[in-house]
């Protein structure tokens, strides 16, 4: 562990997981439109939302995005790691009461580079409705020379 708690490079393994779950609600929503400044009338307009192919409000996708950014800044690599860079492919809507699981998996370590890089799904039910993978830059626990 580094000194804030998050996994140095040498603790990481391929196969290693970290995973988060949310109900998301609709403060989270209005709020994420706040903080963002996304008014998008399908996440806030409840009949505006009803007249898309949605026929219902639906959350922001890059809220559910965030869900991968904390469990990577929380559990996997965790504290002290740094994002480089971020894939998403949107699958599929998030409600208001859906629960969202994010896993994030290591899928490659490179150890002299001190880069992970992790598979990272969002998840309403067994469905998944966020895909992407994640490039971290992570401390290293050895001692400089």
């Known amino acids: 562990m580094n000194t804030m708690g998050g996994h140095d490079i040498e603790e990481i393994q391929v196969g290693m997981r970290g995973t988060y779950a949310k109900t998301v609600t609709e403060t989270d929503i209005i709020l994420f439109a706040g903080v ?30 965030g869900f991968i950014s904390a469990v990577l800044g929380t559990r996997m690599p965790g504290p002290g790691a740094i994002y480089i860079s971020q894939s998403l492919k949107f699958l599929a809507p998030v409600k208001i009461g859906d629960t969202v699981r994010t896993v ?3 899928l490659a370590v490179v150890p002299e580079k001190k880069r992970v890089t992790l598979k990272t799904t969002c998840y309403v039910r067994d469905k998944a409705v966020l895909d992407g993978e994640a490039l971290m830059m992570v401390s290293s626990g050895k001692p400089r020379a």
């Open 36 to 65: 963002t400044g996304d008014n998008n009338p399908v996440h806030i307009d409840a009949e505006a939302a009803a007249t898309t192919m949605f026929k219902e409000r639906i959350a922001h996708g890059m809220l559910s995005a």
């Open 104 to 106: 994030c998996e290591v």
